[in-house]
């Protein structure tokens, strides 16, 4: 048995490798135990050449999601801004309107009932989360607000009330049942003004048949691109002037938006920003109106209580959208940095086996010798 292996190895074929000169060879294809080595930061990974092969494949797709998902975030940001800046000419108009007629009927004694300041006895919360996740902590931070608010009424011995809007917020307070809901809104993909006058209806009832003294609005605002604030506001009674202004009695209505476009740089889809300023037309002081003024305000108000309502909407989806594409561009970076390490580590792995097995070839043969 053993004559027949060794004529596998014919004596002029191995008569050139000796031990030095097989040894000096490898030492170019293999680490000097002496050579000064750097540590690295990548702890290490333990498995197959396949198991490696399967994660770098399943990194690679990981990254096409979320670099889809972060384009198409960034395109619907877009949209959700137009959206909030085309409607704003409509509610600074209203705005003035109510603002004159307010001035007119300051001296006749009328009662409106949607600007009555009453004693708080009870309160309603208005709180406006996304229906889905991937977003970073944008959720989390309406929820935390909303707690830390609810937390400062039972301070005041006030009693509350929450409505929740959005599929998160809902599924938030089902599991908190101590926590008092009078209902669950859904909102779809785009916010409508149906979606608006539902819960403009259920506020406005809650406020005028006096089952709460004061309705407060809880949404996230807009601010930028990587930013943006939760902030409570004042809905009902409105303010005399017919602003929003949060529970401090500061209005924060903002003349400015920040606007997002795709645009290609580098052969690559990226986001360019620019700022919008819109002007606030000026009212006629010599504006006359046939009818009423009190008509006219039963009549503008809810009208004015649900644009306030759909921007608040749409200002928390543009926030949401704004903050999944923040998330899935970390995610797409992480997905980068993470194949690297991979690639590193399968490529280490490979070359170790390939070593490995030119040297049981190289000691096969010196045994022959």
Do not use: W
Not at 19 to 39: D, E, I, K, M, V
């Amino acid at each position: 048995m053993s004559s027949s292996h060794l004529s596998i190895f014919p004596s002029h074929k191995l008569s050139h490798l000796s031990s030095h000169s097989s040894l000096s060879s490898l030492s170019s294809f293999l680490p000097s135990p002496l050579a000064p080595t750097t540590p690295r930061p990548s702890t290490t990974i333990h498995c197959s050449l396949r198991d490696l092969r399967d994660r770098i494949d399943s990194v690679k797709n990981t990254q096409k999601i979320t670099e889809a998902m972060k384009l198409v975030a960034a395109a619907k940001v877009r949209r959700a801004q137009e959206a909030v800046v085309s409607s704003r000419p409509f509610s600074e108009t209203l705005v003035e309107v109510l603002y004159n007629i307010n001035t007119q009927l300051q001296t006749d004694d009328i009662d409106v009932p949607l600007t009555k300041v009453r004693p708080v006895r009870k309160l309603a919360l208005v709180v406006v989360t996304g229906d889905r996740g991937l977003c970073g902590g944008f959720n989390n931070a309406v929820l935390k607000k909303a707690e830390s608010r609810i937390a400062e009424i039972k301070v005041l011995g006030l009693d509350f009330i929450v409505i929740s809007v959005g599929k998160k917020g809902n599924t938030y307070f089902l599991r908190r049942p101590h926590i008092p809901v009078d209902r669950f809104l859904d909102l779809g993909n785009l916010p409508t003004t149906k979606d608006a006058q539902a819960i403009a209806d259920d506020v406005f009832s809650l406020f005028v048949s006096e089952e709460v003294d004061k309705v407060e609005l809880l949404y996230t605002k807009f601010v930028s691109l990587v930013k943006s604030d939760p902030v409570i506001h004042t809905l009902l009674p409105l303010s005399p002037k017919g602003e929003i202004c949060d529970i401090n009695g500061v209005c924060v209505d903002a003349a400015e938006d920040e606007l997002f476009r795709l645009t290609t740089k580098e052969g690559k889809l990226t986001v360019e920003r620019e700022t919008v300023r819109t002007p606030t037309p000026a009212f006629s002081p010599i504006l006359q109106f046939e009818q009423d003024p009190v008509q006219i305000l039963d009549a503008l108000l809810p009208l004015y209580l649900n644009s306030q309502i759909l921007r608040a909407l749409q200002e928390s989806l543009a926030s949401e959208l704004a903050a999944r594409m923040s998330a899935m561009s970390s995610a797409t970076d992480n997905a980068i940095e993470l194949k690297k390490n991979l690639s590193m580590a399968y490529n280490r792995k490979r070359q170790a086996k390939i070593t490995g097995e030119i040297l049981e070839i190289v000691a096969g043969a010196e045994a022959l010798i």
